[in-house]
């Protein structure tokens, strides 16, 4: 079946570091990736839709210069969250889509700013 | 209209009942309903997915059962198991358009009793 890859699994940082979370399609390439943002005991909410060689289109209220979106290939997509803040904390995933194949999730990253 | 809304928010049952999850949706061009089960920690996990051209799908344990005209659908978990103990998440697309996004419900948190 299809496989998504996210890296890293967790990742604890500074507050006004950066970190960058992969995401990558290993069986297939995806027409189209998803991310999203999930707070404890809640549903996932999605940050941001990109196609490859795109840019990314962000959802309202999602600051795309701080959350960095590049889909540079089918198989590839990468989400960096720039001069990170303690309530970026969260759990970040991905998923990965190929029209008419469905969807498939990474395993998903928590981040932690301290 | 892209709302998803599901319940019951918690479900406690008993090992060996049948544990059954309902969602409703408004957006009738969505035509694309999957399930999802997510562990903590984890990213979610198709469980089983269905179309609207059809009223039930079973597979295994896991029934889907829908209804076009009343614009529900609902997951039923028989001989319940307290591995199956996890959030299950249902969700909604426009599925055979290429980047449509998943619409998620909220979210019920399943507790299987041994």
């Known amino acids: 079946g299809a496989v998504v890859s996210q890296h890293p699994s967790w990742v604890i940082c500074k507050s006004g570091t950066s970190v960058k979370i992969e995401c990558r399609s290993l069986?297939?390439?995806?027409?189209?990736m998803f991310w999203y943002r999930q707070f404890p005991k809640q549903s996932l909410m999605l940050m941001a839709t990109?196609?490859?060689?795109?840019?990314?289109?962000?959802e309202q209220g999602v600051e795309k210069d701080k959350f960095l979106i590049n889909h540079a290939s089918l198989t590839l997509s990468t989400l960096t969250v720039t001069s990170a803040h303690p309530e970026d904390s969260s759990f970040y995933i991905c998923?990965?889509?190929?029209?008419?194949?469905?969807?498939?999730f990474g395993s998903g990253t928590r981040l932690t700013v301290v | 209209q892209q709302q998803v809304k599901q319940s019951p928010q918690s479900l406690i049952v008993q090992k060996g009942g049948i544990s059954i999850i309902n969602c409703a949706y408004e957006?009738?061009?969505?035509?694309?309903f999957p399930w999802y089960q997510q562990f903590p920690g984890k990213g979610p996990a198709l469980l089983i997915a269905?179309?609207?051209?059809?009223s039930e799908k079973k597979e295994g344990r896991f029934t889907i059962s829908f209804n076009k005209s009343a614009k529900q659908f609902s997951l039923h978990i028989m001989d319940s198991q307290p591995g199956d103990s996890a959030t299950y998440f249902c969700?909604?697309?426009?599925?055979?358009?290429?980047?449509?996004?998943?619409?998620f419900g909220e979210g019920t948190q399943l507790t299987v009793n041994p």
């Open positions: 269905i179309r609207p051209d059809v």
């Open positions: 998923s990965a889509s190929l029209q008419g194949y469905g969807y498939t």
């Open positions: 969700a909604a697309s426009t599925g055979k358009t290429s980047g449509s996004r998943l619409t």
């Open positions: 990109s196609n490859e060689g795109s840019k990314a289109t962000y």
């Open positions: 957006n009738t061009a969505f035509d694309y």
């Open positions: 069986d297939f390439q995806a027409t189209t």
